[in-house]
């Protein structure tokens, strides 16, 4: 996916995202987010996008020293599903008067503007299916989208240790793991090294047998890496070493 494309989805997104809470219940408690309601879901997201949306405006190049920005938050929590779109609205702004490919610090892997889009994007879209669970519903992810959020995902995790602690755990004498969509043909191959971890490029060496394998449609794994399935149920196939999978996952939470 483009820079284009994140900015559409972004928009889209929060807008499901405003739709799915309006009217509801905002004291409904979401089990994906431990000690979350649904006014703590949507002002964490509407929080974000307003905080990103400071950074894109500001161009920084390196690490911000706080993050006080004017969330412009109502008194009320049922005024939170508008104070959301209006949240998106200052984004979009924001994306229009910003390159993309201009640099920027940014915590991951792409050191430039489109980073923060992207990273935007996953964050609402994650979100909505968190209230969307919470109000039993089954969230709905586009196919495509879900490939670029696996892809983000494990493309940045490796640098996240500063937020996510135990992903330095995550070290090992070259074992490899792969998660690979059976709705398609996408595949991804995560090695652990002594000094850390990561995709592998090589795409010979991304054809070679994993230690252990991970198998869903693309929907699935995405919300599998952000923990918001089990990897036991019957949705997905595990192949290989159960011990580095479990590794895994009790390390790798975003």
Known sequence: MKP??????????????????????????VPSCPDWN?????????????????????????????REVDLQL??????????????????????????????????????HARFWIRRMLFE?????????????????IDRVLAVDGVDEFLTNLPFASFFAPRTAELRGPGRTLRFTCTDGDETWLIRLRPDGFGLVADDAESANPADATVQGSAADLLLLLYGRLDRTGDTFRL???????????????F
């Open 4 to 29: 284009a494309d994140h900015i559409a989805a972004v928009a889209a997104e929060t807008a499901r995202f405003a739709d799915t809470v309006e009217g509801s219940d905002l004291a409904t408690p």
């Open 38 to 66: 649904l006014a703590d879901l949507t002002r964490h997201t509407g929080s974000v996008h307003r905080w990103f949306t400071v950074l894109l405006r500001q161009r920084i190049q390196q690490p911000p020293t706080s």
């Open 74 to 111: 109502p008194e009320r929590p049922e005024d939170y599903p508008d104070w959301l779109a209006r949240s998106a609205a200052e984004s979009a702004k924001a994306f229009a008067a910003t390159d993309p490919d201009a640099p920027m610090w940014a915590w991951g892997l792409d050191q």
């Open 124 to 140: 609402t879209l994650v979100h909505r299916a968190d209230a969307e669970l919470a109000l039993g519903r089954v969230p709905h």
């Open 239 to 253: 192949l290989g070493d159960q011990d580095l999978l479990a590794h895994w996952f009790a390390h790798s939470a």
